[in-house]
């Protein structure tokens, strides 16, 4: 079974300041890896995702994550923080094994930014 | 491209009522999903379908239907409404035929449903 455990349901940071949510996963074959944000009142949208090659994963909006397979990790960051990435984020894990996939999603973090 | 389209965005519905959300894909997608989003919990998967005429449960399905109508809708029925089922609802699409995999999901802005 896979799961995805995000430390800290809430992140403030100083606007400026470096960005890191915590994204830990648990899967018992090579996992894809995913980073959702969701922007109040709307949907989720993919900010970025790994799946085989490069370990460090760039996304929208200035954001990245490294995968560590010894650490069985997936964090985001980004180095300077602006007002508009107050949202809440979603770590996901997707097994690769075919057939019946699914993506199991982390509890979430909402991260507020400070003027 | 409209993407992800959900009807209704918002709707209360009393204890044992029935009803359906709605949703349809303008982008081709062979994927379609049901989530719900509950505080604290994120998001648990209740349906998908992996390609027309195909359905399969999730992690939450007691209490739900679906119906894949053709390649572009997903319906999602409350057949009897429950105080426990008040949570916002999310439909997204994929484009692979087996599930999520590598594929992006895209989502609708969802349903936000009371049930009193």
């Known amino acids: 079974a896979q799961s995805v455990t995000q430390l800290g349901s809430h992140v403030s940071v100083s606007e400026g300041a470096l960005v890191l949510l915590r994204c830990n996963y648990s899967?018992?074959?090579?996992?894809?890896l995913f980073w959702y944000v969701q922007y109040p009142n709307q949907g989720l949208q993919l900010l970025l995702k790994y799946t085989t090659g490069a370990t460090l994963v760039k996304g929208i909006n200035g954001f990245e994550a490294e995968f560590k397979k010894s650490e069985t990790s997936f964090h985001l960051t980004k180095p300077s923080a602006h007002m508009s990435d107050a949202a809440e984020y979603f770590c996901?894990?997707?097994?690769?094994?075919?057939?019946?996939?699914?993506?199991?999603f982390g509890t979430g973090t909402r991260l507020t930014i400070i003027p | 491209n409209a993407g992800v389209t959900q009807t209704p965005k918002f709707q209360v519905l009393k204890t044992g009522q029935s009803m359906t959300l709605q949703c349809a894909q303008d982008?081709?997608?062979?994927?379609m999903y049901w989530y719900r989003q509950d505080p604290g919990m994120g998001l648990r998967l209740i349906y998908y379908?992996?390609?027309?005429?195909?359905?399969d449960k999730g992690e939450v399905p007691n209490g739900y239907n679906v119906s894949r109508l053709n390649k572009r809708e997903f319906s999602l029925r409350l057949e009897s409404a429950a105080p426990s089922q008040t949570s916002v609802y999310f439909c997204a699409s994929s484009e692979g035929t087996s599930g999520p995999s590598t594929d992006t999901q895209y989502f609708g802005p969802g349903t936000r449903l009371t049930v009193l």
């Open positions: 982008m081709n997608h062979n994927s």
């Open positions: 379908s992996a390609s027309e005429g195909t359905t």
């Open positions: 899967s018992s074959v090579p996992p894809y």
């Open positions: 996901a894990v997707s097994q690769t094994n075919f057939g019946n996939e699914k993506l199991t």
